[in-house]
């Protein structure tokens, strides 16, 4: 069992940047695969990046260059850096662990989700 909270999510003007932070309990951290998915309003819930064990990392084509993703295995801690801000970035963003080896972008792989934190840009 892990458990997963969000934060870092607020309003923000594009163009701008924004770090989320995704904490991490229960089940040793570095056991998981961890990803970013996001949920803009009245769309389904899609993959925005991810890193494995080893701390490879991968990207959605539309936020490659933007975002950032990275671990942090001894506090527990997933990080999303988000530069040059869209409003097509506005989404409820999602943490998510996967007990998993390769690459995961889709989300009945994951097993964990956090509750989400909101990522609103203003144009």
């Known amino acids: 069992q892990v458990q997963l909270v969000e934060s870092g999510g607020g309003l923000v003007q594009a163009g701008g940047s924004l770090r989320l932070s995704c904490a991490a309990s229960g089940r040793t951290f570095s056991s998981y695969a961890m990803g970013w998915f996001r949920q803009p309003p009245g769309k389904e819930r899609e993959f925005v990046a991810g890193?494995?064990?080893?701390?490879?990392?991968y990207y959605a084509d539309s936020v490659k260059g933007r975002f950032t993703i990275s671990r942090d295995n001894a506090k527990n801690t997933v990080n999303l850096q988000i530069n040059s801000l869209k409003p097509k970035d506005t989404a409820v963003y999602f943490c998510?662990?996967?007990?998993?080896?390769?690459?995961?972008?889709?989300?009945?792989?994951?097993?964990?989700w956090g509750q989400g934190t909101q990522v609103t840009v203003s144009s």
């Open positions: 890193i494995s064990w080893g701390s490879s990392t």
């Open positions: 998510a662990a996967a007990q998993v080896s390769g690459k995961v972008t889709t989300t009945r792989h994951y097993d964990y």
